[in-house]
């Protein structure tokens, strides 16, 4: 039983190059890559808003993207109970809040509505995560899918595409590729893990698109609490 448990623990992380080490944190440098992800959030929820409107949806998305920092660094660290759960659970927040700040910009919603869309969605891909066994990816990906669609239809709209969000995150695909296992370039035991890479390009494009709201934002009047967005 116990040979079980510790294959379960190594387990995770086993995807992304990194030697799997004995201790708190198993995959070190992957572990404190994560940290990118609290940096950044701290970061947005900190940064001067408009109006509460704005505030309000600064501080949920930053908490989107401080927890993708707290899932990977639990995935890629201590490996508790749980922690694969978290990480996966974690991924798709922030890309499902870009999603409901899109579809609020095109549809003219309400704060209210718009963190009422966003907590159904988070809570469907949460459910769907610790119920379906190997959904994680299936989930990410659908959100990721609908990120694209619904930044591409607000650059219909007349916004600016977010060019620079998206070459940040093709450098990140590509170091996500590269620190896979089995990777030419996989080194399991050197300090330059390509997972690594990804936690930090992907933590700087949440950052850039959230630059990208911002800017967004000032192009029209703040939208009340809970009245419709005037455009």
Not at 29 to 44: M, P
Not at 114 to 141: D, E, H, I, R
Not at 218 to 223: D, E, G, I, T, Y
Request: charged residues 15%.
């Amino acid at each position: 039983m116990a040979a079980q448990g510790q294959a379960a623990v190594v387990a995770l992380g086993a995807g992304d190059c990194e030697a799997w080490r004995s201790g708190l944190w198993h995959q070190p440098v992957n572990t404190l890559s994560s940290l990118a992800f609290v940096v950044a959030g701290v970061w947005v929820a900190t940064r001067p808003a408009a109006d509460r409107a704005d505030r309000v949806s600064g501080v949920v998305y930053a908490g989107a993207v401080v927890g993708n920092g707290i899932g990977s660094l639990l995935y890629h660290g201590p490996g508790w109970p749980g922690s694969a759960f978290v990480h996966d659970a974690a991924i798709p927040a922030a890309v499902l809040f870009i999603v409901a700040d899109d579809a609020a910009l095109l549809r003219g919603w309400s704060l209210r509505r718009k963190l009422a869309a966003y907590a159904t969605a988070l809570g469907v891909a949460g459910l769907a995560v610790a119920v379906v066994p190997g959904v994680s990816g299936a989930v990410t990906t659908a959100s990721a899918v609908a990120a694209a669609v619904a930044e591409g239809a607000v650059v219909r709209r007349g916004h600016k595409a977010p060019t620079h969000v998206l070459l940040t995150l093709a450098l990140a695909g590509v170091a996500g590729l590269a620190g896979r296992t089995g990777s030419p370039l996989c080194h399991p035991y050197t300090p330059l893990q390509g997972h690594a890479a990804w936690h930090v390009l992907t933590a700087v494009a949440l950052l850039q698109w959230d630059q990208v709201r911002r800017a967004r934002r000032r192009l029209r009047r703040p939208a009340r609490w809970g009245g419709p967005a005037s455009r």
